[in-house]
């Protein structure tokens, strides 16, 4: 059974960089059928694609997030990386990791974890 | 990406029948069967209830079914039980391998 968790700080602070890693286990990162992807959800609001990452290497960010953003993969520990950076309280939030799994099912997703920019 | 757009709640009473909509546009729902539904309960991860606009993962009970017609999406749900009370929310394929999910909606059972 593939489950995925999420790591990281839970506070940030503002103007900072917000650092999360997903370790993916009972599956290889590396499956060609899969693109990787961060999803995240501010307090009481809906959910919000923030990008996908596949084995490769190959990315795609939200077109509003994409300034900050960098998502990177570590085939070798099966990890990938959110970076988010010149965070503001806007970005508060539960970060889920999930599978995207092709053509297009967000089907495994990791317990979230919230993640809260103050100072 | 503009979110797509959902009623922000839906009722219904146990055994009834209720229908979640979810409008895009012709960038997204229109052009691609590649719309999913997640159920969503309090502190919980979202779970894959419908995919590819209307078919169901492994698992999932028929009572759930979905469907689309032009830039609108709709998941129904029949034979309501109190445990479906939750969160429901879309999401569809934007192009240019994008997502984009809707506003979420949250259905009660009476």
């Known amino acids: 059974q593939l489950q995925l968790q999420e790591s990281g700080p839970g506070l940030v602070k503002p103007s900072e960089t917000l650092s999360l890693t997903c370790t993916v286990s009972?599956?290889?990162?590396?499956?060609?059928?899969?693109?990787w992807a961060w999803l995240r959800q501010p307090p009481g609001k809906g959910l919000e694609w923030i990008g996908t990452?596949?084995?490769?290497?190959?990315?795609y960010y939200n077109s509003s997030l994409k300034s900050r953003l960098t998502i990177s993969v570590d085939t070798s520990k099966n990890q990938f990386s959110l970076n988010l950076g010149s965070v503001t309280a806007a970005d508060t939030a539960v970060y889920y990791c999930g599978r995207l799994q092709k053509p297009g099912t967000f089907d495994y997703w990791g317990q979230g974890t919230l993640v809260t920019v103050s100072s | 990406q503009s979110a797509l757009t959902q009623p922000a709640s839906v009722s219904g009473s146990p055994g009834q029948s209720i229908t979640i909509s979810c409008t895009g546009t012709s960038s997204d729902v229109g052009s691609y069967n590649l719309v999913s539904w997640y159920q969503q309960y309090p502190g919980k991860a979202p779970k894959v209830m419908i995919y590819?606009?209307?078919k169901r993962p492994s698992g999932v009970s028929n009572r759930f079914s979905g469907s689309k017609s032009g830039n609108t999406a709709s998941l129904t749900i029949s034979g309501l039980q109190a445990e479906d009370e939750a969160d429901y929310y879309c999401?569809?394929?934007?192009?240019?391998?994008?997502?984009?999910f809707g506003g979420g909606t949250k259905l009660t059972v009476l």
């Open positions: 590819d606009v209307s």
């Open positions: 009972g599956g290889s990162i590396s499956s060609s059928s899969s693109y």
């Open positions: 990452i596949y084995y490769s290497g190959s990315t």
């Open positions: 999401c569809s394929y934007a192009g240019s391998t994008t997502w984009v």
